[in-house]
């Protein structure tokens, strides 16, 4: 079993930046968190779950074009965890926030919300 528990989110305004976390769990988890590659997807108003950043085990790290420059993915693989530094957000960014593998596992987290609004 899995489990991903995302927070950090909320509202901010455009320019500005959130720090969102990601405590994966459960025995599958425990066992092979460190080998997997992490990542972050969005879900934004109406669209299709996309991947925004994701991460190897090695520390080589993707983002999608849009977040470039912008966002940051790291990881704490004694922690199980992942982060995702966001900055310089746009109204572009509301969006429901999850991690998860990549490949993903079926199983979702709630996800968090960014809102950038002023």
């Known amino acids: 079993q899995v489990q991903f528990a995302e927070s950090g989110g909320g509202l901010v305004q455009p320019g500005g930046s959130l720090n969102l976390s990601c405590a994966a769990s459960g025995s599958i988890i425990e066992q092979h968190f460190g080998i997997y590659i992490m990542a972050w997807y969005r879900q934004l108003p109406g669209k299709q779950r996309e991947r925004v950043a994701h991460?190897?085990?090695?520390?080589?790290?993707a983002y999608v074009g849009a977040v470039k420059g912008r966002f940051t993915i790291s990881r704490d693989n004694a922690k199980k965890a992942v982060y995702l530094q966001m900055n310089n957000l746009t109204p572009n960014d509301t969006a429901v926030y999850y991690c998860?593998?990549?490949?993903?596992?079926?199983?979702w987290g709630q996800g968090t919300q960014v809102t950038v609004s002023s």
């Open positions: 998860n593998r990549l490949p993903p596992f079926e199983t």
């Open positions: 991460l190897t085990t090695g520390g080589a790290s």
